[in-house]
């Protein structure tokens, strides 16, 4: 038996981990072991072809990913709630333990990278490049593409009604290299709430969320023809663009997300510049060496 304030404890720390430790950190390691930035050597195994079928299609989901989240609600997220009424508040699940948590949606996850938006600056790709590499899908043994990360959208009723506005919530997988899934984050309730209030209107229109990482940015995607359109989640100060938005991948769009990008950068080489300065005065009129990120 386990006495209740170290089950509390326990259930505390892992919250901690699911929700506290930044996504960038956890993703960070998966980009360098997939090898985003070294150059797309699994790429050529993918057309964009197969890539748009895949986000047009409901989403390949493999069971054994499915049966971890129910596993997680059935079992693990119970024991966790248990002790501490705060936790469900915080996981976006509302107070009512006694109504069932639902799995609502099933989108995956792209991951955006800086050097896909410039290959589109420079014309050397097509909107649906940005997310044609290998950090983002691998081959299931039927050939069939399966993203690397998939957000599971939750909902819980708050009250007896079934008209009662639901709680929302969610639990995002990743698949190692080796296949198998894990949990990365739950709870995310201010985005799982908002990817169901902006949802495309039509049923039968298949979306993705789209995450630029390094800018902190999220969109519903999904795919028209072989372009891909997003929908704005959140209100964002680089378009001007209000929640529900449709934003299309335009010229104009990734100019200012080159700039976001190089105004993020600019204080690390300032940084990395007054770094030189201060350690060799004496060659401060010399060529210096590009600085290093931190």
Request: aromatic share 6%; charged share 25%.
């Amino acid at each position: 038996m386990v006495h209740p304030r170290v089950k509390r404890s326990i259930a505390i720390a892992l919250f901690a981990i699911l929700s506290s430790t930044p996504l960038s950190a956890v993703w960070a390691i998966q980009i360098e072991n997939y090898g985003i930035g070294k150059g797309d050597t699994a790429k050529a195994d993918i057309t964009n072809a197969e890539i748009a079928k895949a986000l047009s299609d409901p989403p390949n989901v493999p069971p054994e990913s499915e049966n971890l989240v129910r596993n997680f609600l059935d079992h693990t997220l119970p024991h966790l709630l248990a002790d501490d009424e705060r936790l469900a508040y915080q996981l976006g699940l509302g107070d009512s333990s006694s109504d069932p948590i639902l799995i609502d949606r099933r989108l995956p996850i792209m991951l955006i990278r800086r050097d896909d938006v410039m290959k589109l600056l420079a014309r050397t790709a097509e909107s649906i490049d940005l997310v044609n590499n290998p950090n983002n899908w691998t081959k299931d043994k039927d050939r069939r593409l399966v993203p690397h990360r998939i957000v599971f959208s939750l909902r819980r009723n708050t009250s007896a009604s079934d008209a009662a506005s639901p709680s929302w919530s969610s639990v995002t997988l990743e698949q190692s290299g080796e296949g198998s899934w894990r949990i990365i984050q739950a709870g995310a309730p201010k985005l799982s709430r908002a990817m169901t209030l902006h949802k495309d209107k039509d049923t039968r229109i298949n979306q993705f969320l789209l995450w630029i990482p390094d800018l902190n940015r999220h969109y519903l995607g999904k795919i028209e023809g072989n372009s891909i359109v997003l929908t704005v989640l959140f209100y964002d100060p680089l378009t001007r663009s209000e929640p529900g938005k449709h934003q299309r991948i335009t010229d104009e769009f990734l100019q200012k997300l080159k700039q976001l990008y190089e105004k993020l950068e600019l204080p690390k080489k300032l940084k990395g510049q007054t770094g030189l300065a201060q350690t060799r005065p004496d060659q401060s009129n010399q060529a210096q060496p590009p600085a290093q990120a931190q």
